[in-house]
């Protein structure tokens, strides 16, 4: 046999055993805390005509795209980012509609990184998107659902770090920057690229002042009280009215309770060009990564025919995993059910046992005896927590020790 058979790509793997039940448990927390809060499920497909997840969308660059092609030609990409599709099919089938609409889905996004990167390429995501509302209120709502259905996780050490593109948009317009070095500022400032942002500013003769502020960006604000002072910095009404948002969202989070969790960052931008207004990421310790990311997309829609406001957010489950475990908050998923072994003779009965169990709700896995030793060893390298018995013929249980 081909050993290397047995191997996987580089960026995805395989998940079983206990991780897979808590990885499960986790998904039911975050999918109930959505369900709370009214969203519907939708699934939208693994893959979809590249054109859903081009340039001017705004999501993942077509270079770390999975592409490929149909038999009759076209060229179809795997799923990169949720939120592409879920704008297409509510143009496709809402296409009239004027009231909210909310959405909740979860699966895979594939993204070609670099192996160097060391990166999952597969990773499983829960999201949610509010579409047909432009309130300040859903702003609030989104990021308080993030809050709760982490906390109904588990995870209590959480930031959510809040800012609004068109503060930054609003200052690029004013020092006359065009679309293709705002982007390329943008990334120098998400990459905390000081140096880099600098020399782009200089080489392209910014004013003085107003490559200040633009340099200055990140340490601009932490708290409310910043928000005045990120105020006085400008005098254009794009980022005056993008902190006036801000200033707004506080107040209703504050309704919601969830504030505390809420910190400010005008240098917060995210590498989806989709973003119109308020962005947020979610981050807790044990992952460097923001385990959820999200924002305001009010032109998406119309890329597909629908003028129409949106909000919305991902969790990356995967990661979600991981801060539990680096937090020692590993999810407690109970017993895994019963394994029920039987002797040539004890079948019968071990069947009515294993019927009495399955009809009250318990897993209950029947098994001939002579492969006990075998099945305790799986059960022990999937880290499975199993009641183990053994089947008399007259119907009485012995209980097995692991
Ligand atoms: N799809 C975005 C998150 C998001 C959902 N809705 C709006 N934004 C991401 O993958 O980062």
Redesign the pocket.
Known sequence: MNKSLLHTPEGVRDVYGEEYARKLFVEKKLHDTIHLYGYQDIQTPTFEFFDVYSKEIGTTPSSQLYKFFDKEGNTLALRP???PSCARCAAKYFMDETAPLRFTYSGS?FTNTSNLQGKLKEVT?M?A?LMLEPSVEADAEMISLVVEALKNCGLTDLQITVGEVEYFKGICAQAGLNEEVELKLRDFISAKNYFGAQELLEEQRVRKDYAQVLLGLADLVKGTQDLESAKMQVDNERSLQAIERLEALYEVLKKYGTEKYVSFDLGLL?Q?NYYTGVIFKGYTYGVGDAIV???R?DKLLSYFGKNAPA????VVVDDVLEALSRQNKKPHTGLDGCLLFYTPDSYDAALKKANQLRLSGVSAELLPVSCKQDCRRADLRGRLRREAMLIHADGSCEQLKS
């Open positions: 980012d949720f939120t996004t995501q999201g998107e995210n989806y990311t999200g924002g997309y909000i919305g957010f991902v």
